[in-house]
């Protein structure tokens, strides 16, 4: 008896018609990429991708954090005779020591000479009369659902207990590229997971406000980048010098519009840098009305100077939500250490909430917005992770 990995990807590759042999081959790079250092094989059989390894639960672990991937079960492959299956749907109902049971099957070898139905109910009628008065079937809510694909090879069982659920999501590099502003709060990791997810390439971009902020703050963001590195591939991250911009506002521009004047500097530095790296568009973890600089005038003020779309999917969530997805992916624990950010350095005691595009490009003449952001980028450093 043979066991191994069955994947099934997300139901939305399926609808993309011409494009969906582009998917699925992006899909099981992917995969192949996150096994390189695991032994294994993936074999198509009609459609269904099989992991065949000596490692099976290293193989569930990885492939299920595979963006794309719905669902993976070890399954056991036996040989497809109808003796056969009634035995195994015996042993695995057993097993689980349910009391209710469903036994479900796919025939995708048409040869095979009963139908779907036949076949469960001929299976179901031998589970009973072995396990007695101890089982009954339930159709709709089984505690052990046995599910049979019949295969032109070979015949794969597995139940519920053997279904892993994946992140789902869309494979990754399908769908573009993005500049992550990157902090080490809790929501902007959480914005890079939800693009990459998608299947956006990610980048990120940390502005340091040596030596207000520490290294340690530094290292902070590294670690994040790490994390997020994890679910993608290669992580770049830009740590762009940010110091002098600030300074520089300090002194020529009034107080209450530090804050969305430095915003606007942070969306220049990552659009130039984007524009400079061939990268799309822009994220930030930003989300409506959370804090003062997050209103629907602070966002529109920051977006005017940004030359791309900036995407920030928490926009519309909660943050709790927000929090839930944190610890979800591991980001939490490493977000909430305690140090310190450059917008917490240089806050206005009273900030404008309300800003206005023309008066802030007014307050900004006073500044050489051009060669401020050229020299921060030309300063920063780039680490891969
Ligand atoms: P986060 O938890 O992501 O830090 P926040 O709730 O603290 O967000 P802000 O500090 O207002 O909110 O930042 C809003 C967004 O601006 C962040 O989500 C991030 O995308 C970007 N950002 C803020 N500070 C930095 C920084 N030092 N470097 C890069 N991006 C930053
Ligand atoms: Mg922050």
Redesign the pocket.
């Known amino acids: 008896m043979n066991k191994l990995v069955l994947v099934k990807y997300a139901p939305e590759i399926f609808l993309k018609g011409l494009n969906r042999n582009k998917f699925e081959k992006k899909l099981k790079n992917n995969i192949t990429k996150k096994l390189k250092d695991v032994e294994h094989q993936i074999v198509l059989d009609q459609g269904r991708w099989f992991i065949k390894s000596n490692d099976l639960d290293e193989v569930v672990d990885r492939v299920r954090r595979v963006f794309g991937v719905q669902e993976v079960s070890i399954v056991t492959e036996i040989e497809g005779t109808l003796d056969n299956i009634k035995e195994e749907a015996l042993r695995r109902v057993k097993e689980s020591n349910a009391k209710t049971f469903k036994i479900e099957t796919n025939r995708a070898n048409k040869n095979f000479p009963k139908n779907s139905m036949e076949i469960s109910r001929e299976v179901g009628g031998y589970v009973l009369s072995n396990l007695g008065d101890n089982v009954s079937v339930d159709i709709h809510k089984p505690e052990c659902k046995v599910q049979v694909e019949i295969r032109e090879g070979s015949t794969y069982v597995f139940t519920n207990d053997d279904r892993v659920k994946g992140v789902g999501g869309l494979p990754y590099g399908m769908n573009g590229s993005t500049m ?10 959480v ?1 890079g997971y939800l693009m990459a997810k998608r299947g956006v390439e990610l980048n990120c ?4 406000s040596h030596p207000y902020t520490s290294e340690r703050a530094k290292d902070k963001v590294k670690d994040l980048a790490k994390i997020l590195a994890k679910y993608t591939e290669k992580v770049n991250l830009f740590v762009v010098p ?1 110091t002098e911009i600030q300074m520089e506002i300090i002194e020529k521009c009034r107080e209450d519009e530090l804050t969305i004047i430095m ?1 606007r500097f ?1 969306m220049r530095c990552a659009c130039y840098l984007s524009e400079k790296r061939g990268i799309q568009s822009v ?5 409506i009305g ?2 003062a ?2 209103t629907m005038e602070g966002l529109v003020v920051s977006s005017d100077v940004a030359d791309r779309p900036v995407f920030r999917p928490l926009i519309s969530m909660d943050k709790e939500d927000i929090i839930d997805i944190a610890k979800d992916i591991d980001t939490f624990e490493t ?1 909430i250490l305690p140090y310190e ?3 917490t350095i240089f806050v206005p005691k009273h900030p404008k909430t309300k800003p206005r595009v023309l008066e802030i490009r007014k307050s900004e003449e006073a500044l050489d917005i051009d060669t401020l952001v050229e020299k921060a980028i030309n300063e920063m450093e780039v680490y891969k992770f």
Do not use: K, N
């Not at 971009?205 to 340091?208: D, E, L, P």
């Open positions: 992550l502003m990157l902090s080490g709060g809790i929501d902007s990791p914005a971009i940390y502005y340091h940010f915003r942070m994220s930030t973890g930003e989300s959370q804090v600089s997050q977000s950010d450059c917008c």
